[in-house]
């Protein structure tokens, strides 16, 4: 299992990005996919969920309406919008998902809002 993700950087606040995870070594339909972040000093925290078929969506109540997130299972990715970024979104963004009781991380992306 891998999952790499892409499309962090550096933004003004009030922008947007959007970052990608290419999932590779599982069935990727099957299972459900996870954006998480995690701020400097402080602890991972899920930013968003996505079921395997796409049809269900979570997203944390502070972000909703900002970040959506969304799959393509043709291309085995999965991606995050994020608009609207505050300062407080600063941190690396991680994918995530569960397969038999094993969790697997992305190495992570890092987003920076800052002027």
């Known amino acids: 299992v891998q999952l790499v993700e892409s499309g962090g950087g550096l933004v003004q606040p009030g922008g947007s990005l959007k970052l990608s995870c290419a999932a590779s070594?599982?069935?990727?339909?099957?299972?459900?996919m996870n954006w998480y972040r995690q701020a400097p000093g402080k602890g991972r925290e899920l930013v968003a969920r996505?079921?395997?078929?796409?049809?269900?969506?979570y997203y944390a109540a502070s972000l909703k309406g900002r970040f959506t997130i969304s799959r393509d299972n043709a291309k085995n990715t999965v991606s995050l919008q994020m608009n609207s970024l505050k300062p407080e979104d600063t941190a690396v963004y991680y994918c995530?998902?569960?397969?038999?009781?094993?969790?697997?991380w992305g190495q992570g992306t890092q987003v920076t809002v800052s002027s």
């Open positions: 995530y998902t569960n397969i038999g009781s094993r969790d697997y």
């Open positions: 070594g599982f069935t990727f339909t099957v299972y459900a």
């Open positions: 996505i079921t395997g078929a796409g049809g269900s969506t």
